[in-house]
Structures are given as structure tokens and as C-alpha cells.
């Protein structure tokens, strides 16, 4: 992986099926911190290749959003703005009608 390959191509080369990597990974604590730590290095192999080379940038961003979803995402901004003020006189209402609704739960107590 730190050569820019994916976790489950390294099935390929211990000779196990995508299944067998993730299971070891959640039997095994030391082959899960492993898969971890070979994730970061990873990472920085595709970023270290994209700076340094004149790889197209569509397809290195493609890929990095693809194999870094987390980390490599468009980021969307969601703006809400209230154009209205609250109606007193439902809000009044509203108050009124949980007092009297707390006065018959006592009552019924």
C-alpha cells in the first residue's frame, strides 16, 4: 500500500480473497493498526505523486475522492436563512395549552 496500492490488492499477493484481509482486520488487532498505519502511507503516496507529476489532474482528483472519500470531497456550504419572524399569538396559544395540559397531568396523579 505504501506504493499506491489498495488494501485489498494485497490480497494478491498473501494469496487470500478481499473476505480473508477484512476478517483478519477485525480478528487481529495488530494486522487492523497495520492496515491502518498502510492507509496513511497510502495516502501520501497518491498526494506525493500527484504533486510531483504531470498526471492528469481529472483523473488524479477522481481518484483521490474515490480512495479517499473522507479526507478528498467537495465541500458544500448549506446556508439557511429565516425570512420570517414567529407568530406571537401561536406561540402564546402554544404555551396556554401546555400549562393547562401540565395542570391535568398533576390533576390525574
Same mark, same amino acid.
Request: with cysteine; net charge negative; hydrophobic share 40%.
Given at each position: $500500500? ?10 494478491? *499477493?498473501?494469496?487470500?480473497? @478481499?473476505?480473508? &484481509? ?10 487492523? @493498526?497495520? +492496515? ?14 500527484? *504533486?510531483?507529476?504531470?498526471?492528469? /489532474?481529472? *483523473?488524479? *482528483?477522481?481518484? $483521490?475522492?474515490?480512495?479517499? /472519500? ?6 458544500q456550504e448549506?446556508?439557511? @436563512?429565516?425570512?420570517? +419572524? ?8 402554544l404555551a396556554? +395549552? &401546555?400549562?393547562?395540559? $401540565?395542570? &391535568? ?5
Amino acid at each position: $500500500m505504501s506504493e499506491g496500492f489498495s488494501f485489498e490488492s494485497f490480497g494478491a *499477493i498473501a494469496r487470500v480473497c @478481499e473476505d480473508t &484481509l477484512y476478517e483478519w482486520a477485525k480478528v487481529h488487532p495488530e494486522f487492523s @493498526e497495520a +492496515k491502518k498505519m498502510a492507509y496513511v502511507m497510502n495516502r501520501y503516496k497518491w498526494e506525493e505523486n500527484g *504533486i510531483a507529476s504531470d498526471m492528469n /489532474p481529472t *483523473i488524479w *482528483i477522481f481518484n $483521490m475522492k474515490n480512495r479517499f /472519500p473522507k479526507q478528498w470531497r467537495d465541500r458544500q456550504e448549506v446556508v439557511q @436563512e429565516t425570512t420570517h +419572524k414567529a407568530d406571537v399569538n401561536n406561540v402564546n396559544e402554544l404555551a396556554e +395549552k &401546555l400549562a393547562e395540559v $401540565m395542570k &391535568l397531568a398533576e390533576e390525574n396523579d
